[in-house]
């Protein structure tokens, strides 16, 4: 499968996570990464207006990074305790029901290597959407079960009861090979789109378990003229993007 334009495959994963937060309304967006964030900004200046941006501290944002307002820490909760934020997070692993780790790999009581922590995750999962970026997809990262729950998938979510399934949603996954999500009867990663020049058999051949696969496995959009334009000349036009997914 041969790529039909000059579309690169970094321009592809901003599109997929621009997507991510398509017509979310007046909810903060949590990028954490490069890519996200040009994700994140592409949605506000595209179809999703009313998105919020902060600075990573206490300050709303706008398109030109200047400050248009304050966010105390208060109101910073209130909105991520009742599903007002949207973020997406990295992931050290993943499995195929969305629990993430950021922990520390290997047995717990003696783990082969140390991670960031649970930080905030648990929080984050329980009480706001949650998505992922993975700019190097791999069997290392997707799992057939994390060596330790920091982000809350869809099954841990559903044994703890009520509480926990809240506000919990997981809308997408993206890695530099597609997009993923849990649109499923059991809420099993299924794979929802393969970037242009990538197939699904090397999606799946690069997944440490079976994803659900539709009958027929779409491409991941197109972007617009606009959307292209805005990347390339507006929000990043030294192309740092090109350095976390490099051109195939």
């Given at each position: 499968m041969k790529p039909t334009s000059t579309t690169t495959r970094a321009e592809y994963c901003a599109i997929a996570c621009a997507d991510a937060w398509l017509d979310g309304g007046e909810v903060l967006a949590s990028p954490m990464g490069l890519i996200p964030s040009i994700g994140a900004r592409l949605a506000k200046r595209t179809f999703s207006p009313d998105l919020l941006l902060t600075d990573g501290e206490a300050m709303i944002v706008g398109l030109d990074g200047a400050v248009e307002g304050w966010l105390p820490y208060r109101q910073h909760l209130t909105m991520v305790t009742g599903g007002r934020r949207h973020v997406m997070m990295g992931a050290s692993q993943l499995?195929?029901?969305g629990n993430q780790n950021i922990s520390c790999i290997g047995d717990?009581?003696?783990p082969a290597r140390q991670l960031l922590g649970v930080r905030g995750a648990p929080v984050n999962t329980l009480n706001n959407p949650v998505s992922y970026w993975v700019p190097k997809h791999s069997k290392r990262v997707f799992v057939p079960r994390v060596d330790m729950v920091s982000g809350v998938g869809y099954d841990s979510a559903a044994a703890a009861g009520p509480s926990a399934t809240?506000?919990?949603?997981i809308p997408r996954v993206v890695s530099?090979?597609?997009?993923?999500?849990f649109e499923t009867a059991d809420h099993a990663m299924r794979l929802a789109s393969v970037h242009p020049g990538v197939t699904v058999e090397e999606v799946q051949e690069a997944t440490g378990f079976p994803l659900v696969l539709p009958d027929e496995?779409?491409?991941?959009?197109?972007p617009t003229a606009t959307?292209?334009?805005?990347?390339?000349?507006?929000i990043d036009p030294d192309g740092l993007r090109e350095r976390e997914v490099p051109a195939v």
């Open positions: 499995d195929r029901f717990w009581q003696q809240r506000f919990h949603r530099d090979l597609g997009v993923l999500d496995v779409p491409r991941t959009r197109e959307e292209l334009r805005l990347i390339r000349t507006v």
